[in-house]
């Protein structure tokens, strides 16, 4: 992942006239924290977990990327999703750097007290590098709004003053900003409106497979469903579904559990692997990285592919999906969504003063509609993908920035 990031990075500086120096400063974090975080257990044993916090370059703004629970976390990953946040804040025109934090864990297998004294516990470990002026948390992975709401109540106690802009994605009580749980699902929502413009091809009646069904992939499902789009395919870490005359969307939204599960209850699904070879005019990946690859790319059927998920088409891949002439609208782009919204998140906790929801939506499908037709336009333009253009976008910012205050 952090060597696919790399490559592109580097090809997207070369294409915009920078020097080498440049490359080298932006192709890893400026920096890297490894901590151990001692839990009481339930059972009265103590499990240490590892966490990680990645701060890519900060000469544009303070550092501003989420937190994720994962089992696969580890310092390579947490790199390149830093390098992916800086790239969406660059795209975005945020004045902020990205970053990015993780704790090795699933919390599937933690109960509710756990959780909790791990995420104070993440707090404690990290919080001499973190803060609403330096480098701001927020919600990834298998996070939320209660999570944050521990991680700030904690930052808290431990500065001894209320800091709401300390995280975003907080519950409403306690600052958090209205459409910030849904941001990510609208933005994916509004690439696929653009996309589809693009391709002449119409949301209502089109056929859509969405691949996860976490926070992002059941709003999406529900936002395109709404908008008259035939949800045909979805899916889990337990299987999939796929209905060619389409899937009952309000039903499998209610059913299922919080961790976006819902395909154990039915017979005959198919694999996660089977699904992305289904027929559907989008695919949107929304679940992990690496699902696209050199070994299944010809077997796509889609005219247009939406990364909603971070990496989830190779590099290897993206080329043959280019020359069968799919559109795909990359992770950097169709992403930042969250993004955008926690910052709007900080600017409201800075002012004390927040914002309506349609005002919010509407300043989104701004930033997002802007961001989308320049990069696709630079695509065009310049005769390369989408890929290429967004990284382009995205570096030119801190790029820039860095040379500005004579760091290269």
Known sequence: MLQSTQSVMKEALWK??????????????SRLL??????????????????YRAQHNDAAGPIKGGIRFHPDVDAETIKAL????????????LPFGGGKGGIACDPRHLSLGELERLSRGYVR?????????????GPDVFTNSQIMAWMVDEYNRLKRYDSPGFISGKPLALGGSEGRERASSLGVAICVEEAAKKNRLRIKGSRVIIQGFGNAGSYLAKYLHDAGAIIVGI????????DPDGLPVEYLLNRRDSFGTVTSLFEGTITNAELLEQECDILVPAAVSGQITKENAHNIKASIIVEAAGGPTTLEAEKTLDSMGILVVPDVLAGSGG???SYFEWVQ?????YWPLEEIEEKLRLKMTEAFNTI?????????????????????KMAEASIKRGWV
């Open 16 to 29: 915009l006239g920078y020097k080498d120096n440049v490359y080298e400063l932006l192709k890893e974090p």
């Open 82 to 93: 830093s390098i992916w946040t800086a790239l969406k804040c660059g795209i975005a025109d």
């Open 376 to 396: 696709f336009d630079s695509a065009q333009s310049r005769r390369i993908n989408m890929r290429l253009a967004a990284y382009m976008a995205g570096a030119q």
């Open 339 to 341: 993004i955008i919204v």
């Open 125 to 137: 470990a990290v919080s001499q590098i973190v803060g609403p002026a330096k480098d701001i948390l």
């Open 235 to 242: 899916s889990d870490a337990y299987g999939a579904l796929y």
């Open 34 to 51: 490894e901590v151990r975080i001692p839990v009481s257990m339930d059972d009265r044993s103590v499990k240490v977990f590892t966490g």
């Open 349 to 353: 906790n800075k002012q004390g003063l």
